[in-house]
């Protein structure tokens, strides 16, 4: 079965880094995109990024370009999310996500806290 396993997030000072990943099984992955999303307290979950089946395409949301880089390793079945400058706005809950076979499937999720 289609499984999502998010890892990396934790507690960061603001201007700081950190790379979440995603390790993925249960579907072909090199042949999927694959996105991040986020979900703050108290507000809807939102689009951070999305990358093609290859990597060579990628879409970053506005509020988050040139601070968020998605990118993938095909070879592991990892999605990556590469997040700097970060801000106490971007704290938040960071998913993974893909379609297979007309479903969405989800991750767990891992928490990001971006606070001094």
């Known amino acids: 079965q289609v499984q999502l396993v998010e890892s990396g997030g934790g507690l960061v000072q603001p201007g700081g880094s950190l790379r979440l990943s995603c390790v993925a099984s249960g579907f072909t992955f090199s042949t999927y995109a694959m996105s991040w999303y986020r979900q703050a307290p108290g507000k809807e979950r939102e689009l951070v990024a999305v990358?093609?089946?290859?990597?060579?395409?990628?879409n970053t949301a506005d509020s988050m370009k040139g601070r968020f880089t998605i990118s993938r390793d095909n070879a592991k079945n990892t999605v990556y999310l590469q997040m700097n400058s970060l801000k106490p706005e971007d704290t938040a809950v960071y998913y993974c996500?893909?379609?297979?076979?007309?479903?969405?499937?989800w991750g767990q999720g891992t928490q990001v806290t971006v606070s001094s």
């Open positions: 996500r893909v379609l297979v076979a007309g479903y969405y499937y």
């Open positions: 990358i093609g089946s290859s990597g060579r395409s990628t």
